[in-house]
């Protein structure tokens, strides 16, 4: 583990190498240190401290792993999404690696003290009927992360734009390489988008106002971006 000495807040972050992570890092550095947890050795070995970014292995998949990464920090932020099969579990579906890594982190965020957890979901249409599998697991996770005594923010956002954004580099790739494309009917689905600077101010909001935040308002609440 790379460590970083400082009296600023420790925040244990889960998917810090992604897209959001990545960004949030580098948006709220100036106010919080990072815990990243990682199940890849390469990255522990080869990071250093930039982003005010300590690197630790962690394999999301073993509760004693995650109970000792999370040990020291305040709070947490939960950035995970299975979008595949996992061989860790026999090519079971991603519904069921989703539920099963959010329970190891907020069990371990409950044993280490944390006092808030946010999670970043799906945007989700009024009522929840009707769900895709992606959208029915992310709301899954936000009941499995409010079943322990940790608060709990959900922000709820749907496709995110920003540079490293697999969206922003998809749309631009599609524009460009096809003159027309024929498209599926979910396209018809109405959606917003928004971003990743918005997402930043988002998260920053609810780390640092005590309304939307520790508070006790936000327990449970989710936000829609």
Request: glycine residues 8%; charged residues 15%; aromatic residues 6%.
């Amino acid at each position: 583990m790379n460590k970083i000495q400082s009296n600023k807040p420790l925040v244990a972050v889960a998917g810090a190498s992604g897209f959001v992570g990545t960004h949030l890092r580098r948006h709220l550095s100036e106010v919080f240190c990072f815990r990243a947890l990682t199940r890849s050795p390469n990255i522990v070995a080869q990071a250093g401290q930039s982003h005010s970014t300590e690197w630790t292995h962690c394999d999301l998949y073993s509760l004693p792993q995650v109970s000792e990464a999370l040990k020291g920090c305040e709070l947490g932020l939960y950035l995970v999404h299975s979008m595949a099969p996992s061989s860790r579990l026999m090519q079971g579906a991603f519904e069921d690696t989703d539920l099963l890594l959010a329970d190891n982190f907020i069990r371990a965020a409950e044993s280490a003290g944390l006092k808030h957890v946010i999670y970043l979901s799906g945007l989700m249409p009024e009522g929840d009927e009707d769900l895709s599998p992606h959208l029915r697991s992310r709301l899954e996770v936000e009941h499995v992360l409010k079943s322990r005594s940790v608060k709990v923010t959900v922000l709820r956002a749907g496709l995110i734009f920003g540079p490293g954004g697999s969206s922003f580099s998809m749309l631009i790739n599609l524009v460009n390489a096809l003159p027309i494309m024929l498209l599926p009917a979910w396209v018809c689905s109405k959606t917003h988008s928004i971003d990743i600077q918005n997402v930043c101010e988002a998260f920053e909001c609810c780390l640092t106002e005590p309304s939307l935040g520790v508070g006790p308002y936000m327990t449970s609440g989710a936000m829609r971006l």
